[in-house]
T-cell receptor, first 117, second 114 residues
């Protein structure tokens, strides 16, 4: 199946710094990518939908100035956690799809664990 | 509001025993239905999905799920569980017109006793 890769898989940073997480589709072009956040022992919460070449669409309650999403190419979307604080510590997972509105062809990355000290 | 419910937070079964994980959804029409598995610290792997047609769908690793419209359910089953099946299982739905946006259930943690 198609492969989606995230980097880094683990990152530890100091409070107040910014952290960038990359999500790459390795063998297909992803017009749409999704960013999820997963709290310990909790389900995945959709944060935003990232469309190549346009602004991301954020879910209600997600601070777009806090979680900057850029989808500059068909194989790369980035999530930048700005001025990170300990409460931003979480497991962030991206998913990618090769088509718009093509429900079902959704592939997930391995996840990135962010720890803010 | 649209929602997905997995009533069982934890389930423990003996290796070789059968398994059923429950999933219910609340939606006015038939959604697209998925089951994913997540190993500790890992991403999600798709086990199976239902869009239309035969209500009994076969997936990878010997899993199957049955869509029951009357019960708004999409329960996951496996006839004989292996120790390697221990993981977190998520039911997810995509609602009509929502594209590929998935709404996840809260997950069921499966423990397998040897």
């Amino acid at each position: 199946g198609a492969v989606v890769s995230q980097h880094p898989s683990r990152v530890i940073c100091k409070s107040g710094t910014s952290v960038k997480i990359e999500c790459r589709s390795l063998d297909f072009q992803a017009t749409t990518m999704f960013w999820y956040r997963q709290f310990p022992k909790k389900s995945l919460m959709l944060m935003a939908t990232s469309n190549e070449g346009s602004k991301a669409t954020y879910e209600q309650g997600v601070e777009k100035d806090k979680f900057l999403i850029n989808h500059a190419s068909l194989t790369l979307s980035t999530l930048t956690v700005t001025s990170a604080h300990p409460e931003d510590s979480s497991f962030y997972i991206c998913s990618a799809t090769p088509g718009r509105g093509n429900t079902g062809e959704l592939f997930f990355g391995e996840g990135s664990r962010l720890t803010v000290l | 509001a649209q929602s997905v419910t997995q009533p069982d937070i934890h389930i423990t079964v003996s290796e070789g025993a059968s398994l059923e994980l429950r999933c219910n959804y609340s939606y006015g029409a038939t959604p697209y239905l998925f089951w994913y598995v997540q190993s500790p610290g890992q991403g999600l792997q798709l086990l199976l999905k239902y869009f239309s047609g035969d209500t009994l769908v076969q997936g990878i690793k010997g899993f199957e799920a049955e869509f029951k419209r009357s019960q708004s359910s999409f329960n996951l089953r496996k006839p004989s569980v292996h120790w390697s099946d221990a993981a977190e299982y998520f039911c997810a739905v995509a609602f009509t017109g929502g594209g590929n946006k998935l709404t996840f259930g809260t997950g069921t943690q499966l423990k397998v006793e040897l």
